[in-house]
């Protein structure tokens, strides 16, 4: 009943932020030996959305950022989630785990492929580097990903 619970309000928080996406106020880009080019892509009420490849799929993943959009003035922690598109089943050597529930990303997606997300700013001055911890499913958070940051364009 627990898992139910929480995989509603967990669906309910993903669909709440899809309906105010905007672009992101500066196009900017990291690099991840994980998760390769990551690039701001639009913020969601609260959320500032980050997206990379992904290599199955639509190709594409999400990291929402919960008090990234529009707030850059400290380097966190901040928490969120991250979504990749669904897979069927567990990959042959099980790198790639299935979650037991559905969620509902920003992209309108249906996933299983979901976990939450730790992220913290190198600096005050964003856009900096950042260190990122993320979880599968309703896991803790424990795999560390840091992103370089390598292009900033000013307005």
């Given at each position: 009943?627990?898992?139910?619970?929480?995989?509603?309000?967990?669906?309910?928080?993903?669909?709440?932020?899809?309906?105010?996406?905007?672009?992101?106020?500066?196009?900017?880009?990291?690099?991840?030996?994980?998760?390769?080019?990551?690039?701001?892509?639009?913020?969601?009420?609260?959320?500032?959305?980050?997206?990379?490849?992904?290599v199955?799929g639509?190709?594409?993943?999400?990291?929402?950022?919960?008090?990234?959009?529009?707030?850059?003035?400290?380097?966190?922690?901040?928490?969120?989630?991250?979504?990749?598109?669904d897979?069927?089943?567990?990959?042959?050597?099980?790198?790639?785990?299935?979650?037991?529930?559905?969620?509902?990303?920003?992209?309108?997606?249906?996933?299983?492929?979901?976990?939450?997300?730790?992220?913290?700013?190198?600096?005050?001055?964003f856009?900096?580097d950042?260190?990122?911890?993320?979880?599968r499913?309703?896991?803790?958070?424990?795999?560390?990903?840091?992103?370089?940051?390598?292009k900033?364009?000013?307005?």
């Amino acid at each position: 009943m627990l898992a139910r619970f929480a995989a509603l309000a967990l669906t309910a928080l993903f669909v709440g932020c899809a309906a105010v996406a905007q672009p992101a106020p500066d196009p900017v880009t990291w690099e991840s030996r994980t998760l390769g080019k990551i690039t701001y892509d639009v913020e969601a009420g609260p959320y500032g959305v980050l997206k990379y490849e992904t290599v199955f799929g639509d190709n594409i993943g999400l990291l929402f950022i919960d008090g990234l959009a529009g707030e850059f003035g400290g380097p966190g922690p901040l928490k969120g989630f991250w979504t990749e598109s669904d897979v069927s089943h567990d990959d042959d050597d099980d790198n790639t785990l299935i979650c037991p529930v559905t969620v509902n990303d920003d992209y309108g997606r249906t996933t299983r492929n979901w976990g939450r997300l730790i992220i913290a700013f190198t600096s005050d001055d964003f856009p900096t580097d950042f260190v990122l911890m993320r979880g599968r499913c309703f896991e803790d958070p424990t795999d560390v990903i840091s992103g370089k940051l390598v292009k900033q364009l000013r307005r």
